[in-house]
């Protein structure tokens, strides 16, 4: 019987999602939608990231960083949220980690917001819906 040794692959390529040591970057999603969550989550895991956490408002991704921290290297965030919204968890996790890594995802219309977390300190922001690609080269970007 034939293995995988048998059939190499003309596609094999080192997964974006692993870090120069061959770890994989670990990513904490927050956001208050189960199938944004899922969808990020998905496309992370899909090239290598390791989902460490997910969180459903602001206040939950604060107290999950501190518990994580510092096996987090990323952090997506959802503007808007119940209890606690995106950038005033933002404010809270950069007074905690002034290094922290954090990528805001907003819906269309709110580049205030976005402004605002920028200023604050977000590495980058995506814009919903979801797009692959966009997803993953906002990423990379913030984790350079």
Same mark, same amino acid.
């Given at each position: 019987?034939?293995?995988?040794?048998?059939? &190499?692959?003309?596609?094999?390529?080192?997964?974006?999602?692993?870090?120069?040591? $061959?770890?994989?970057? +670990? /990513?904490? #999603?927050?956001?208050?939608?189960?199938? @944004?969550?899922?969808?990020?989550?998905?496309?992370?895991?899909?090239?290598?990231?390791? #989902? /460490?956490? /997910?969180?459903?408002? $602001?206040?939950? $991704?604060? %107290? *999950?960083? !501190? %518990?994580?921290? &510092?096996?987090?290297?990323? #952090?997506?965030?959802?503007?808007?949220?119940? *209890?606690?919204?995106?950038?005033?968890?933002?404010? !809270?996790?950069?007074?905690?980690?002034?290094?922290?890594? /954090?990528?805001?995802?907003?819906?269309?219309? =709110?580049?205030?917001?976005? *402004?605002?977390?920028?200023?604050? $300190?977000?590495?980058?922001?995506? #814009?919903?819906?979801?797009? +692959? =690609? =966009? @997803?993953?080269? +906002? @990423?990379?970007?913030?984790? =350079?």
């Amino acid at each position: 019987m034939r293995t995988k040794q048998d059939f &190499p692959s003309i596609n094999e390529r080192q997964a974006i999602g692993v870090n120069p040591e $061959g770890r994989p970057y +670990r /990513v904490l #999603v927050v956001d208050d939608s189960m199938f @944004v969550t899922k969808q990020i989550s998905q496309i992370l895991t899909s090239e290598g990231f390791d #989902v /460490v956490g /997910v969180a459903g408002n $602001g206040l939950e $991704g604060l %107290e *999950k960083y !501190k %518990e994580l921290f &510092p096996n987090v290297d990323l #952090v997506t965030m959802d503007i808007t949220m119940p *209890k606690m919204d995106g950038v005033s968890a933002l404010e !809270k996790i950069i007074e905690f980690d002034k290094n922290a890594r /954090v990528v805001m995802i907003s819906a269309l219309g =709110k580049q205030d917001l976005v *402004k605002k977390s920028l200023l604050i $300190g977000a590495k980058n922001y995506i #814009v919903k819906p979801l797009d +692959r =690609k =966009k @997803v993953l080269e +906002r @990423v990379l970007l913030a984790l =350079k």
